[in-house]
Nanobody
Framework: QVQLVESGGGLVQPGESLSLLCTYSGTLFRSSLMGWYRQSPGKQREMVATISSDLRTEYADFVKGRFTVSRDNAQNTVSLQMHGLKPDDTAVYYC???????????WGQGTQVTVSS
């Protein structure tokens, strides 16, 4: 049974940093594409960053140079390091998994990140 659980969200001031962690329960983590999406009120969910099984990363333009995605295949976790946070980064952040070959997608329950002074 697949489960993705996010942690690490919270309230920070503009310019500060925050780290998110997603812990995966289930099989086939190593071969999965993992990543982070976010959704703000009134907006569609959008990709933030992904990391493939061979550690290739992809970032949305609006986070390039500020956010870093990484994974630990021994611990079945994926992390998002966020620096230089802006009020526009305020959103619910979701952990994402896409299973290799068949493409089934899975989502965590989300964690709130609020950037405000």
């Amino acid at each position: 049974q697949v489960q993705l659980v996010e942690s690490g969200g919270g309230l920070v001031q503009p310019g500060e940093s925050l780290s998110l962690l997603c812990t995966y329960s289930g099989t086939l983590f190593r071969s999965s594409l993992m990543g982070w999406y976010r959704q703000s009120p009134g907006k569609q969910r959008e990709m933030v960053a992904t990391i493939s099984s061979d550690l290739r990363t992809e970032y949305a333009d609006f986070v390039k140079g500020r956010f870093t995605v990484s994974r630990d295949n021994a611990q079945n976790t994926v992390s998002l390091q966020m620096h230089g946070l802006k009020p526009d980064d305020t959103a619910v952040y979701y952990c994402y998994r896409r299973r290799a070959f068949i493409g089934t997608e899975y989502w965590g329950q989300g964690t709130q990140v609020t950037v405000s002074s």
